[in-house]
Nanobody, 121 residues
Framework: QVQVVESGGGLVQPGGSLRLSCAVSGFTLDYYAIGWFRQAPGKEREGVLC????????YYADSVKGRFTISRENAKKMAYLQMNSLKPEDTAVYYC??????????????WGQGTQVSVPS
């Protein structure tokens, strides 16, 4: 059974940091890219970052460059999103997803349920 489970969200003050975790099971993470997406209230879901199966990083959102990083530990079946210098506009539900096709095509096979990140203004 495939599972993708995000954790680590919460309330953080502007300028603070959070690290989101993504735990996967039911498939071999080594062969999949991992993407992080977010959806703010009243807005469409947007891509944030992706890390390929070969650890190449793609930024989907220019607004997070220099602040967010992505990493993975295949042996632990985990991926992470490190978020620094958080801003109120980063407030959203953050989703982790896995793609066999890679970071380029936005073709994601498995999705988590999301974790809330709130940065008050």
């Amino acid at each position: 059974q495939v599972q993708v489970v995000e954790s680590g969200g919460g309330l953080v003050q502007p300028g603070g940091s959070l690290r989101l975790s993504c735990a996967v099971s039911g498939f071999t993470l080594d062969y999949y890219a991992i993407g992080w997406f977010r959806q703010a209230p009243g807005k469409e879901r947007e891509g944030v970052l992706c890390i390929s199966e070969k650890d190449a990083i793609t930024y989907y959102a220019d607004s997070v460059k220099g602040r967010f990083t992505i990493s993975r530990e295949n042996a632990k079946k985990m991926a992470y999103l490190q978020m620094n210098s958080l801003k109120p506009e980063d407030t959203a539900v953050y989703y982790c997803a896995a793609s066999f096709a890679g970071c380029g095509g936005y073709e994601y096979d498995f999705w988590g349920q999301g974790t809330q990140v709130s940065v008050p203004s």
